[in-house]
């Protein structure tokens, strides 16, 4: 069994920059791989970003060269660093990991991105 639990949401400004966390525990975390989603209001959810176990790191292109995706194996977590947000990246964003072939998400974060 895996938990996830986001946190670093909240509320910025156009252009401004956020930080999500993903914090795993219950399983072996340096062996899984750790991905983003968001869900917009009315909307399906949406890859962002994706981190192998090896540290191999893909992009939505919606995201690419504002997000960066990162893991600290020995803290058991996994980042995601949004610089110059835009009012479209307003979503709940969702941890995910995947093991074994079985998937876990987290509860989400809002990120609201609003003048």
């Known amino acids: 069994q895996v938990q996830l639990v986001e946190s670093g949401g909240g509320l910025v400004q156009p252009g401004g920059s956020l930080r999500l966390s993903c914090a795993a525990s219950?399983?072996?975390?340096?062996?899984?791989?750790m991905a983003w989603y968001r869900q917009a209001p009315e909307q399906q959810r949406e890859w962002v970003a994706t981190?192998?176990?090896?540290?191999?790191?893909i992009y939505g292109d919606s995201v690419k060269g504002r997000f960066t995706i990162s893991r600290d194996n020995d803290k058991m977590t996994v980042y995601l660093q949004m610089l110059s947000l835009k009012p479209e990246d307003t979503a709940v964003y969702y941890c995910?990991?995947?093991?074994?072939?079985?998937?876990?998400w987290g509860k989400g974060t809002l990120v609201t991105v609003s003048s």
């Open positions: 219950g399983s072996i975390f340096r062996t899984m791989i």
């Open positions: 981190i192998t176990s090896g540290g191999d790191t």
């Open positions: 995910k990991a995947v093991r074994n072939g079985l998937a876990y």
